[in-house]
T-cell receptor, first 113, second 114 residues
């Protein structure tokens, strides 16, 4: 079985500062990795995904993530955040043989001026 | 807008009742997934259908059932509702059933059981 740990439930940051949201996963088989964002009162939107190949993945809205197999991590980064990035961010893992997403508990990113 | 639609947006009902949540996938998507988001359980996969057939099952209670119709829309039926069933229920869709396909999420149905 797979599991995802998002250690930070909330990350406050000032506008234009860099941010890193941490994600660690556990799995005995190969996995795909995802980051989704949920804005207030909306569904989840895919930010980026790692399937294979280059371990540095670039997504929408200036976000990127790096897959580190040895540390079983998939941290999300943005060099300069905007107020509009305030949202809940979910890391998810999927067994390559199945289609169900296993989500972490989410990290609330709070960007203030 | 992901292209996945869910109705109703909000649903308030009483314990013991039965409700049906509806999902229309993106045009051309054959696979539909249901997820539950609650404060205590987080986001959990419930069930997946692909082209009308059940494909995978997650933490779905026996009181819950789902189906996918020939026009590919899906319904999630929740019966004998309990207070703990109050949650946000998401539907997602993807083109096929492979893990490499992006799952696109709908806006969700917020269920409140009183």
């Amino acid at each position: 079985a797979q599991s995802v740990t998002q250690l930070d439930s909330q990350v406050p940051v000032f506008e234009e500062a860099p941010v890193e949201l941490r994600c660690n996963y556990s799995s005995s088989v190969s996995v795909y990795l995802f980051w989704y964002v949920q804005y207030p009162n909306q569904g989840l939107q895919l930010l980026l995904k790692y399937l294979s190949g280059s371990t540095l993945v670039k997504g929408i809205n200036g976000f990127e993530a790096e897959f580190n197999k040895s540390q079983t991590s998939f941290h999300l980064r943005k060099p300069s955040v905007h107020i509009s990035d305030t949202a809940e961010y979910f890391c998810a893992v999927m067994n390559t043989g199945f289609q169900k997403l296993v989500f972490g508990t989410g990290t609330r990113l709070l960007v203030s001026p | 807008d992901s292209g996945v639609t869910q109705t109703p947006k909000h649903l308030i009902t009483a314990t013991g009742q039965r409700v049906t949540l509806r999902c229309s996938p993106r045009s051309g998507d054959l696979s539909v997934y249901w997820y539950q988001q609650s404060l205590d359980q987080g986001l959990q996969f419930l069930i997946q259908y692909y082209n009308g057939e059940e494909r995978a099952k997650g933490n779905i209670l026996e009181r819950f059932s789902a189906q996918q119709f020939p026009d590919l829309h899906s319904e999630l039926n929740l019966s004998s509702l309990e207070l703990g069933d109050s949650a946000l229920y998401f539907c997602a869709s993807s083109v096929v059933a492979g893990g490499r396909d992006t799952q696109y999420f709908g806006p969700g149905t917020r269920l409140t059981v009183l």
